[in-house]
């Protein structure tokens, strides 16, 4: 992979702007708790160095959806971990996102999550492909605008593999 690839998004890029996302995260919040929901598994390396950077109370969760994009490409979205409401109920979600693309799953997850009565709800991608957006959705933070290219490291897969990249990628197509 690594001679069909360019990195995009350096190691020192990422790590200053999650450091900054972070902060503009405690800054919101101020002395309220926050909970990180992570959606698995391409988010895990961006959660980790957000909580890492984050200087407040906060606590970590994770859900796991799976989406099913065949040729018809209905893009329909499911729970493969179920939520307990505790963990949401009357707490301050911020739904953790490795990249935000069509916009299904992240549309898909806060509705779901309302019907736990979260106090509030809000989203943060690291990428966000805006040109590829199918339903309408924006999210809270962002770390980057990307063009659409199909980017793989720092948690991004392409068919499991290269999440272990500690900088982002595109794959060129020769
Ligand atoms: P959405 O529901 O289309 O917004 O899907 C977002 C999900 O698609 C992300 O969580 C990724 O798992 C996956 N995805 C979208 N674009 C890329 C990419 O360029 N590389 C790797 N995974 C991607
Ligand atoms: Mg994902």
Same mark, same amino acid.
């Given at each position: 992979m690594k001679n069909n690839m360019e990195i995009l998004i350096s190691e020192e890029k990422l790590q200053a702007r999650i450091k900054e996302i972070a902060s503009e995260i405690k800054n919101d919040y101020k002395n309220q708790e926050v909970v990180f929901? &992570?959606?698995?598994k391409g988010a895990v390396f961006f959660t980790v160095d957000l909580m890492k950077n984050y200087d407040g109370d906060c606590l970590l969760d994770v859900v796991r959806v799976s989406s099913y994009e065949g040729e018809? &490409?209905?893009?329909e979205i499911s729970l493969k971990i179920p939520i307990k409401k505790e963990n949401i109920e009357g707490k301050n979600i911020i739904v953790v996102e490795d990249i935000i693309d069509t916009g299904r799953t992240l549309k898909y997850l806060v509705e779901y999550l309302k019907d736990f009565s979260p106090k509030s709800i809000k989203t943060c991608a690291l990428?966000?492909?805006?040109?590829?957006?199918?339903?309408e959705f924006d999210t809270d933070y962002t770390g980057f605008e990307i063009e659409d290219l199909f980017v793989i490291g720092y948690g991004l897969d392409y068919d499991e593999k290269?999440?272990?990249?500690?900088y982002v990628a595109y794959v060129k197509n020769n």
């Open positions: 929901l &992570s959606v698995l018809n &490409s209905t893009g990428l966000d492909k805006k040109a590829r957006r199918v339903v290269y999440r272990n990249f500690p």
